[in-house]
C-alpha cells in the first residue's frame, strides 16, 4: 500500500525512529520540508508498507500519542 500525507517535522521523525526500532516494514520517502500558513513546518512523504498483517493507522496511533505526549510533559 502507498499514501501520501504532509507530516509535522517532528511527528515525522518521531515515525521514522520508530519503523527504525521496530525494523517495520515500511519505505519512507521524503519530500522538500515546507512552512504552512499557519507556521507549522511539515514534510509530503510517501509512505509504503505491506497489505498484510501490518497495520499503519495503529502504528501512526502509537508515535502520535508518544510525541503529543512527551510533547505535553
Same mark, same amino acid.
Given at each position: ?5 504532509? %507530516?509535522? =517535522?517532528?511527528? %515525522?521523525?518521531? @515515525? #521514522?525512529?520508530? $519503523? ?5 516494514? $515500511?519505505? #519512507? ?7 504552512? &500558513?499557519?507556521?507549522? &513546518?511539515? &514534510?509530503? $512523504?510517501? #509512505?509504503? *508498507? ?5 497495520? @499503519?493507522?495503529?502504528?501512526? =496511533?502509537?508515535? #502520535?500519542? &508518544? *510525541?503529543? *505526549? %512527551?510533547?505535553?510533559?
Amino acid at each position: 500500500m502507498r499514501r501520501e500525507m504532509d %507530516l509535522n =517535522a517532528g511527528l %515525522l521523525q518521531a @515515525f #521514522i525512529r520508530k $519503523v527504525q526500532d521496530g525494523q517495520l516494514p $515500511v519505505r #519512507i520517502q521524503r519530500g522538500v520540508p515546507f512552512t504552512d &500558513e499557519n507556521g507549522t &513546518e511539515l &514534510e509530503t $512523504v510517501v #509512505i509504503g *508498507h505491506p497489505d498484510t498483517d501490518f497495520d @499503519f493507522n495503529e502504528v501512526m =496511533a502509537e508515535v #502520535i500519542n &508518544e *510525541h503529543y *505526549h %512527551l510533547k505535553d510533559s
